[in-house]
């Protein structure tokens, strides 16, 4: 006898654990199936959550070793490596439980197995003793994420050629590390390395790091990372790697073709992208359709060509970050309801976690000029913000782009320490639809990074008060 559930969710991350919370809140029976065996995705498992532990505690050991003496505390500072990761581990540990726990709390059912559709209405699980069993449901709501975008020709083994995975568990700091790939997760565990004492060499194939940014904030960016001793070859590809006892000799091209050329890395990390993750599911016996980059094609409200079967998160168009798939998750769980579930894309913030942090939300200056849309923007450099000159934090400012006519705000870009934040105080503005006067006229506290936003803010019409 099959087992009969209001809603399955397929996959144990952000997505795929709040879609099952929130079906639960709404009084849906719903399970929720993952084949990790802790539950929390990539994000919290090999992901968001460990990255982010390292790249704290990274921070910290590069500023007591390199900075305490400038603010007058002396300090003799060394690497305990083990400890470190397993400060990380504590925490994916504690995360993984405490999402288990409102799963528990809110009567959603943890399965651990491998799901498939076996047809619309029908989930198969198979757990890790070969055991199957059947769920029959309404409603099955894919949340399955994404996984690493392999390198052509380049087979990564976890050790000396590694993703994001193996960048998390390295047993020792390498001398030299070429990172593959510009983009926010090659960047983030590049630096936690250089701080570690690696040499730093990220290979991008276009010609420029982190595409998709506002163009003067990468720009900027790319000079502090370099100020900060890592190296960056741009418009560039790798075409070959070859392993010998002594290092891995990389082969790099230029993007446009050209002569080989060959450096020499101890480790390299394969950081070009991520996928969307579907295998197994069987997705095409039970009828649903892939877009043209193998995602879940889905309507605006989650529905796939099959009814009753939904999509969220990375596996479905849109940027794949953890808070996304929530904002989905939630929408998703309240239209399954009968409820109007909706996500407010241009609101969906993103970061940089690297020190200084970079923190974006709506559209970019490029984006606005190639739609044709007139705008106006203010900025505020945090070398004029009196508490980034009190934390000896003064590395990048803020820009804020607005409607030229009607003020209306539809873009915060900010580059500087806690940027990760102060971005939620834009966000909430282009969701509520805010001006840059509404910022601009809201009291801040004095002394805080957040005034550099009400600065910006203000300098859209010319008013920046503080120096």
Same mark, same amino acid.
């Given at each position: ?240 790697? =070859?392993?010998?006892?002594? @290092?891995?000799?990389?082969?790099? +091209? *230029?993007? %446009?073709?050209? $002569? &080989? ?55 479905? =168009?849109?940027?794949?970050? @953890?808070?996304?798939?929530?904002? +989905? *998750?939630? %929408?998703?769980? $309240? &239209? ?67 409607? *030229? ?63």
């Amino acid at each position: 006898m099959a087992d009969q559930f209001d809603a399955v969710v397929l996959g144990g991350g952000p997505g795929g654990y709040n879609a099952a919370i929130r079906l639960g809140q709404l009084g849906l029976k719903t399970a929720c199936v993952d084949k990790r065996g802790r539950f929390g995705g990539t994000c919290l498992n090999i992901g968001c959550i460990p990255s982010k532990a390292l790249l704290h505690t990274s921070e910290r050991f590069e500023e007591a070793g390199r900075e305490f003496a400038k603010l007058g505390i002396k300090a003799e500072v060394s690497l305990d490596l083990p400890a470190m990761m397993a400060h990380k581990d504590k925490v994916v540990g504690e995360l993984t439980k405490g999402v288990e726990f409102l799963l528990k709390k809110n009567k959603c059912e943890a399965i651990v197995g491998e799901a498939r559709i076996a047809a619309p209405g029908k989930v198969e699980v198979k757990a890790a003793d070969g055991a199957l069993r059947t769920l029959e449901t309404k409603n099955i709501v894919i949340a399955t994420g994404s996984d690493v975008m392999p390198l052509p020709g380049v087979t990564a083994d976890e050790e000396r050629i590694v993703t994001s995975t193996g960048a998390l568990a390295l047993k020792a700091v390498p001398k030299r590390l070429l990172v593959v790939g510009g983009g926010y997760i090659g960047l983030e565990l590049g630096s936690v390395w250089r701080r570690l004492g690696s040499e730093v060499l990220v290979v991008e194939f276009l010609a420029r790091i982190a595409p998709g940014l506002d163009g003067e904030i990468a720009k900027q960016f790319q000079r502090i990372l370099q100020k900060q001793g890592m190296k960056f070859q741009l418009s560039t590809k790798v075409v070959g790697v =070859e392993k010998t006892n002594a @290092a891995l000799r990389v082969s790099l +091209e *230029a993007a %446009a073709g050209g $002569e &080989r050329q060959t450096v020499e890395t101890d480790v390299l990390l394969v950081a070009i992208g991520r996928r969307p993750y579907t295998d197994g599911l069987d997705l095409g016996k039970a009828g649903v359709a892939l877009d043209g980059r193998g995602r879940v094609a889905t309507d605006a409200h989650f529905k796939t060509n099959i009814a009753g079967i939904w999509a969220i998160g990375d596996c479905r =168009e849109g940027a794949m970050l @953890a808070h996304k798939a929530e904002d +989905e *998750a939630v %929408a998703c769980a $309240e &239209r399954i309801a009968g409820r109007a579930g909706h996500v407010n894309y241009e609101a969906i913030p993103a970061v940089v976690y690297t020190a200084p942090e970079i923190a974006t939300v709506g559209k970019t200056e490029e984006e606005l000029k190639a739609a044709g849309i007139a705008y106006k923007a203010g900025k505020f450099p945090f070398t004029a913000n009196a508490r980034a000159k009190t934390i000896a934090a003064t590395e990048g400012f803020v820009k804020i782009l607005t409607d *030229a006519k009607t003020d209306r705000v539809l873009g915060v870009h900010i580059l500087g320490a806690e940027a990760g934040t102060m971005i939620a105080e834009a966000a909430l503005a282009i969701e509520f639809g805010a001006s840059s006067e509404d910022i601009a006229r809201t009291c801040h506290p004095h002394p805080t990074l957040s005034e550099a936003v009400r600065q910006a803010a203000m300098g859209v019409e010319g008013w920046t008060m503080q120096m």
